[in-house]
DNA sequence: AGTAAATCCTACTGATTCGGTAGGAATTAT
DNA sequence: ATAATTCCTACCGAATCAGTAGGATTTACT
């Protein structure tokens, strides 16, 4: 029950390429810079990232990383699993219905407990997306945040 | 987002004592058996168990544990406490409001994103009680599980 | 009284993961 | 050519995790 910084960093970095988005490619020296991240791991995060189709790349001299897809398709669920594999909150929930499933589920009561938290977890972060964080608002569901909207608006606004 | 073998065993052998709950104490070498689990690891989650007030110890021969309160007033999200601790997705979420927030948090675009995780984690560990789990259901929550209900009811039943 | 069954307490350990460094090869705008 | 940048892979120290070990204390039962 705690993200690992992979997480958070991850975050971080795709929502300050998405306030980007738009303009030319981000180094990743300014993010680890504008976000207090050391650039060698942020590096390895990237890497990750691009793997997973999330983010593309530009070679050399003024090169950089840009979002490979408008932010409102990118989820956070998305940055998740490109970071931490498949959200599987303990090994009896072998995600996906293919194997290796814990011999015990037919007697165990908290089966349908974790089932239960792994599906909401999955949905608070599959429903909210990288313009749904910089535009301060969050994804869908009925269930919304705090409320305090920030006045401060990022400049960046972009119709592909 | 793994939840420690700390909290599944913890579960697992809270819902042991649960289904016991009424008759007289559960000795640790029973539940370790029984759930498969390390005796000598799971003597020490019940320790921290009872720290927090959660189950009670009866010491000596043919002593044992039992539950302190009525199934129905143990969450899930009590026991995950007393294992690991508050519920703190980050560092950025020192949870209570109290002190040491992150300094970022102005800036972050991430930050109400986390809060509304946390927040819906602990709501479906703290809308489920032992009760709901061995009477195969969940909590309360308009969100349900799966439906496979089991037709296989445990004995016990208890009026305090 | 004696014994066996149990909790209680604390220290140690081996493995794994985590967060981060290090160094350098390949690519590209200027 | 040069400087800036991604790319790749190996390594490292610290922390956490899951589990062991051993023994002191308490108590029911005979
Ligand atoms: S122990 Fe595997 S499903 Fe609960
Ligand atoms: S970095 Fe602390 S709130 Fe986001």
């Given at each position: 029950m705690k993200l690992s910084?992979?997480?958070?960093y991850g975050v971080r970095a795709m929502i300050e390429l998405a306030e980007a988005h738009g303009?030319?490619?981000?180094?990743?020296?300014?993010?680890?810079?504008?976000?207090?991240i050391s650039?060698?791991?942020?590096?390895?995060?990237?890497a990750a990232l691009r793997k997973e189709g999330l983010i593309a790349s530009q070679r050399g001299a003024q090169g950089g990383y840009t979002l490979a897809k408008a932010p409102g398709d990118i989820r956070v669920g998305d940055i998740v699993r490109a970071?931490?594999?498949?959200?599987?909150l303990c090994d009896c929930l072998a995600n996906g219905e293919d194997d290796a499933v814990?011999?015990?589920?037919?007697?165990?009561?908290?089966?349908p407990l974790w089932v239960k938290l792994q599906d909401g977890i999955t949905s608070i972060l599959d429903s909210?997306?990288?313009q749904d964080?910089?535009?301060?608002?969050?994804?869908?569901?009925?269930?919304?945040?705090?409320g305090n909207s920030?006045?401060?608006s990022r400049d960046e606004q972009d119709l592909p």
């Open positions: 910084s992979r997480t958070e303009g030319g490619p981000v180094a990743v020296r300014e993010v680890a810079e504008k976000q207090g650039e060698k791991y942020l590096e390895q995060l990237f970071l931490e594999g498949p959200i599987a814990c011999h015990r589920m037919g007697e165990c009561a908290a089966h909210t997306t990288l964080m910089i535009a301060g608002a969050s994804g869908d569901s009925a269930n919304d945040m705090g920030e006045e401060e």
